[in-house]
């Protein structure tokens, strides 16, 4: 949400779009909409979301609409933190609490 200036234009002549996971300030500074995402500045002073919270896969392309996703109820996620994972059902037999990886029911 909003606009930024990145670290590498300190003239401050072009403004980057904020990805929809982040709340842009005007003074450069940024905070996650999902709590417990890690963002961090990259190269070129671009805001890169680098992990999700337990339970949210990572979405950065287009860079624009990066931000973490939350697992439907009842699915999974193995790796908050790889762009590539997707969410996946819980296995029959195991709880998948908050999204979370699979965890055997104890008889």
């Known amino acids: ?3 930024y200036v990145s670290s590498s234009d300190p003239a401050g002549e072009t403004c980057q779009a904020c ?4 709340r842009c300030g005007s003074d450069g500074t940024a905070s996650p909409t999902t709590l417990g995402a890690v963002w961090a500045k990259g190269a ?8 999700c919270p337990v339970g949210h ?5 287009p860079y624009e609409f990066s931000e973490c ?3 439907p109820a009842g699915e ?4 908050s933190d790889a762009p590539s994972a ?9 709880v998948c609490r908050g999204g ?3 965890v055997a029911v104890a008889e």
């Open 1 to 3: 949400e909003g606009m």
């Open 69 to 71: 996703v939350p697992c």
């Open 44 to 51: 070129g002073g671009r805001w890169e979301l680098g992990a």
């Open 100 to 102: 979370g990886v699979p």
């Open 57 to 61: 896969r990572l979405v950065n392309q």
């Open 86 to 94: 997707a969410c996946f059902p819980c296995p029959a037999g195991f």
């Open 76 to 79: 999974y996620v193995e790796r």
């Open 19 to 22: 990805p929809v996971g982040l």
